[in-house]
């Protein structure tokens, strides 16, 4: 079956403009999970979502959102893009909510380019 | 909230050596501990997982033991491949709880 899906893959934006990255996960699939991928930082918890309710959510500034449809898919959002948030996003998903319930699958990940 | 360290940041090995690489989490509360490996290019995929109610956890070549008392655990992975180089996660989750990774390692394999 197919894998999750990110999109798009690569983007470059300048500082101040926002971004929308999307998310489709596994069909099944309910838990959406976002992290921030740095290099040095590792995998950094953004949010996560369950039937279209944020269950979690990391230390992050608001200018980090994100949503779930009722389709599972999941977008996120940044807006007032900084030279910082770049960075690759990845998305994963899972059967059940919770970091403890099993495998996360990951997307390839979308990689953000802030000048 | 939970925080997880992970050691070392790099590790070269020969190719047929083992290699350990160490994890401490702070949260007592934490009870699912599980391994990822991410290869270049790609999104990180589940190698091996333990769950705090065993000691130790085998597949093939890998192996993670934990160690609640110490809030430690540890992935071994024994005679390595170049095939096995890619960067490794060490992860922490209690329950219901967000699954936090550490800092990654990446490990190469020279032939």
């Known amino acids: 079956k197919a894998g999750v899906t990110q999109t798009p893959r690569y983007l470059i934006k300048t500082r101040g403009q926002q971004v929308t990255l999307s998310c489709s996960p596994i069909?099944?699939?309910?838990?959406v999970s976002w992290y921030q991928q740095t290099p040095g930082q590792g995998l950094q918890f953004l949010f996560e979502?369950?039937?279209?309710?944020?269950?979690n959510k990391g230390n992050f500034p608001g200018r980090f959102s994100g949503r779930q449809f009722s389709n599972s898919r999941s977008e996120m959002n940044v807006s007032t893009l900084e030279l910082g948030d770049s960075a690759l996003y990845l998305c994963?998903?899972?059967?059940?909510?919770?970091?403890?319930?099993?495998?996360?699958?990951f997307g390839e990940g979308s990689r953000l380019t802030v000048l | 909230g939970e925080n997880v360290e992970q050691h070392p940041s790099t590790l070269s090995v020969q190719e047929g050596d083992s290699a350990v690489i160490k994890c401490t989490y702070s949260?007592?509360?934490?009870?699912?501990f599980p391994w990822y490996k991410q290869e270049l290019g790609k999104g990180p995929q589940l190698i091996i997982d333990?769950?705090?109610?065993?000691g130790e956890k085998k597949d093939q070549r890998i192996a993670v033991t934990l160690n609640k008392t110490a809030k430690h655990f540890s992935l071994h992975i024994t005679e390595t491949q170049p095939e096995d180089s890619a960067v490794y996660f060490c992860?922490?989750?209690?329950?219901?709880?967000?699954?936090?990774f550490g800092t990654g390692t990446r490990l190469q394999v020279f032939p």
């Open positions: 994963a998903s899972s059967l059940e909510a919770g970091g403890n319930t099993g495998e996360l699958f």
């Open positions: 333990i769950r705090s109610n065993v």
């Open positions: 949260d007592s509360a934490s009870n699912y």
């Open positions: 992860a922490a989750s209690s329950n219901t709880d967000k699954l936090i």
């Open positions: 069909s099944g699939h309910r838990s």
């Open positions: 979502y369950f039937s279209e309710t944020q269950r």
